[in-house]
């Protein structure tokens, strides 16, 4: 794919409204700002005869004009006269204020509470001007509707907004007929502020719009859409900024987002609605604007089951330590869609939290459902990056790998892991450097097996980035520190006199990456009671010889700090006052997010916030694995379990749960339950932190 044949290709699909020069002042129709009263009759009214009339610009004067919901009608331009300009919208009894029309809600369509500016079938409409738009959401209205899921360790607090967002998503799925869905009042669906639906040549011109009860600005299957100079700041659940859906001919420029969610998302249908509808998002053109805080600076997905297509982002800034992602890919098995022909470029993104490039098929609903996306002919080039928990992070499903991946030119630093590359088919990665290391590489090197003196190990290792043939080295030392070379080829008997091993993979570059060091167990204890589990934790560093091992009995949580101490950084550490002495390991678990400080109430009168002799719930386990695994999934949504019992696993500990049985660090019992709430034997811990160690490379 040009840049350039792409970008003008784009742009031959954009044209500005055909609105007459004629300006209407709004107290031509008897709206009087900083009356106080709600003035959405008087504004309905004159939008609906300056349309009968031909078409004009509606002009509002500076001051505070109190309305409900809007519908914009064909030919009219909504104009905020001044900086002074401000139009509010009434946050009180919506349901007086917002009536039942046909809306989308999370790319569903259904009816719903109006959008407070909305239309539908309209042609050549405008909002524009250097004034306000004001949603009125705050913490006691609109966003107190929905309670969201954070962080790993969110808490679980009523969701009004769950039940009737579930019965949407059922009515999607069985193929209810829209007129059936029908929420509003009674129902707890926020409705989004500006919604035009299958309308054409539409512009979003120079204002500012602050405190959205929901997506911000959402276009649904428009035409010739063009976003120029906007000023997005929300930063309540779900406010994501401009989510384009299943439109053809969309301009976003010199726009500056700090958003409560994604910054930008392009969407095309939700699951059965959105592949039976079969209209993509394409031809976007995203360029010069101002990426702050958010989850993702320019998503794809994840309501994208009708596929995106043809999208070049170039020469945009992405400035904020709070923004997660600055790109971001997310679906999962239930929507299908491609997301195809995609460009990256020339951009710089000063700090992300997460990741510069994050893209997943494991978003909500992850690997439960047989419609598998896909993602192809992808291109990220010319870019600068610093900060985050990874450089690039891609993965997709095994049935369906990512095809016609190019990374050029890209230089990332200050990253804690550099690149996790699941399921990529024959990349292109070409002068990519991460922490200083050039890319394709080796990664994830590790032992396999147990080291015993005397026997056999072999390593394994994946190319980080691409494909390649790597050679391996052997070092032993009898101290941790002393090492020598000893061996060569991908197996190695392990010498007699060997106390500590690793393992050194080179690529045909020279490239090389090191395997943790690994302790030797004990040829005389080898056919002990100690089972597989425990010596692999005893090589890995996470177990020591502790006599009888009480597999049975419930772990603490100081306990299992020290098995998680390996997979931790050591500088992260939890510094606070505690009414009770613990381990350094459980400061360090806290540190990084592995275990949660207690909030809870105790009924021994307990007051310690670490809690060290506490015991940790099946559910509570499911979100350490996720934790310490290593991978990133920041701002992914909620999804529960496929499992007997999911109505017993906690809305914060769902998705966590529903991943660590996908990754296999956990199962479910022979009766199909997951037991959420039972305890974690040592024994059972044993073996999850083994696979976690696995998977993350240890």
Partial sequence: MDKLQLRETILKQIERPDIPDRE????LFGVVPDSGAVQTQALQQAIDAISREGGGRLMLPGGIIRTGALELKSRVELHLQDRESVLSFVNENPQLHYPVVFSHWEAAPCYNFSPLIYACDAHDIAVTGEGTLDGGADSGHWWNWHHQVEDAWSDDEPDLQLEDRKALRRMNMDGVPVEQRVFGPG???????IQPIRCSRVLLQGFTLKNSPMWQLNPVMCRSLLVDGVTLYSHGANNDGCD??????????????????????LKSGRDRDGRMANIPCENVLIENNEFADGHGGIALGSEMSGGIRRVLAVNNRFSSPNLTYALRLKTNARRGGRVEDIIL??????HVHGAAVHGTMLYEDGRNGSDLPVF?????????AHGGDYGIFLEAFDEVPVTGLTLRNIRIDGVVRPMRSMNWKEPVVDDVIINGKSFPRPGGVRILGVPVNGETVKAEARACGGDMDFMYSWQTATDGAAWKQAGQGEQFPVPGTADFIRVTVTDHKGNTETSHEYRVFPKGL???????????LYCRGMWEFPGAIPADAAITREQLAGMLLPLADPALRWGGEDGESCSEALRIAVGNGFLALERRPWPDGHASLLRPDGHITRQEMATVAMQACGVNYRNASCTMPVCADAALVNNNYGTNVARALYFGFMSLEPDGCFKPRRPVTIGEAAGILNRVADFAGI
Avoid: K
Wanted: net charge negative; charged share 20%; proline share 5%.
């Fill in 376 to 384: 192809h002919n992808i291109t990220i080039e010319n870019i600068i």
């Fill in 345 to 350: 470029a020339d951009s710089v993104m000063d």
């Fill in 187 to 193: 129902h707890y669906l926020r409705p989004n502020f």
């Fill in 24 to 27: 209407f002042p709004a107290c």
């Fill in 244 to 265: 384009p859906e299943s439109c053809n001919g969309v301009h976003i420029c010199n726009c500056r987002f700090d958003t409560g969610d994604d910054c930008i998302s």
């Fill in 526 to 536: 080898s056919g002990s009671d100690w089972g597989y589990e425990w010596q692999r």
